[in-house]
């Protein structure tokens, strides 16, 4: 959210995103400038996250990601472990160790992921 008055319906749009899994991030502003009001209360009730210029965004790990890494972490080593424990199948699972490979996040030593 860049601006957003203390009533205008962000906090609902915020909300909605958030079910979803989503990230919300919102720009602080002026406590005296109206259009900064929603998105200043978002942050302060911790629906948003503060959004800074010059600072990177570091997005937190998909459901999917998250699946994956928690089958790795019960001792799961191949990708069809994986799936079957993450309850993915196992193209979901290649795509995202793929991008977790891309990322240069770090996976356990005995997983390899074929090219």
Do not use: C
């Not at 911790?46 to 997005?59: M, S």
């Amino acid at each position: 959210m860049v601006q957003a008055a203390y009533r205008s319906g962000s906090k609902n749009t915020a909300n909605s995103a958030r079910m979803l899994g989503r990230e919300v991030f919102a720009v602080p502003g002026a406590w005296s400038d109206r259009a900064s009001q929603g998105t200043n209360a978002m942050i302060q009730e911790g629906l948003a996250k503060p959004f800074q210029l010059g600072k990177e965004i570091l997005f937190e790990d998909s459901s999917v990601r998250r699946r994956v890494l928690d089958a790795m972490r019960d001792g799961k080593r191949g990708v069809e472990e994986i799936a079957a424990e993450s309850g993915l199948t196992v193209s979901e699972v290649l795509v995202e160790l793929k991008q977790v490979q891309r990322e240069r996040l770090p996976v356990p030593d005995s997983m390899f992921i074929r090219s």
